[in-house]
């Protein structure tokens, strides 16, 4: 007779995935020591999850599919066509933070693992790219300079930037107590980034 899979176990697993996922990324994360934590033999794990891959799926699921709808609508937002208009860039950037940091709220070591993971970086890199090149593709200092394939070059070196200073944000999440420190963190960082090239580049 089959052996009855257990809810209660299955949850115990997930947790000690989670906690495992965070701790060592994605591609250091360990079975073995996640069987250790949950108390079972790694033969037992995969009666539950066929390998690594579906149990960090069944970890992230639900904050992955609120994650990469929010990476999509911001990656698909116009902003070119907010370029010249700094305020509404900011406004705009504001809402994303804000529903990002409710997410972070709510899942925030799935967020964590989530960032580690390729496809989610390589969104969050796109959305930040598309920022940055709408914003230097309107810069009339570039223009003037006839320099309208630099700016490209220049987005893309400022999107690494940026995008390695939030990964390391919250690397170190656990380690700022107040979350309303976080949101005007992030909020000033992201800002200041803004304004940085728009200034810069728009003389």
């Known amino acids: 007779m089959a052996q009855v899979l257990k809810p209660q176990i299955r949850e115990r697993l997930l947790d000690c995935a989670r906690q495992e996922f965070y701790e060592y990324g994605i591609s250091r994360a360990s079975l073995r020591r996640i ?17 690594k ?12 599919v609120q994650l990469t709808e929010l990476l999509q609508y911001g990656i698909a937002l116009d902003w070119g066509a907010l370029a010249d208009d700094v305020s509404a860039i900011h406004q705009q950037l504001g809402a994303i933070i804000s529903h990002f940091l409710g997410l972070v709220d709510s899942y925030q070591k799935e967020v964590i693992i989530l960032l580690d993971k390729k496809e989610v970086h390589n969104q969050f890199i796109l959305l930040v790219q598309k920022l940055a090149r709408a914003i230097m593709s309107a810069s009339p200092v570039l223009r003037a300079e006839k320099q309208d394939s630099l700016y490209e070059i220049m987005a893309d070196l400022h999107t690494q930037s940026v995008v390695s200073g939030v990964v390391w944000l919250f690397e170190h999440y656990h380690q700022i107590k107040a979350k309303s420190d976080i949101h005007t963190i992030l909020q000033v960082y992201l800002d200041g980034y803004v304004d940085l090239l728009s200034g810069a580049y728009h003389g």
Do not use: I, S
């Open 35 to 51: 069987a250790e934590k949950a108390k079972m033999t790694p033969g037992n794990v995969y009666r539950y999850f066929k390998n």
């Open 53 to 64: 891959d579906e149990l960090l799926e069944a970890v992230t699921l639900p904050a992955m």
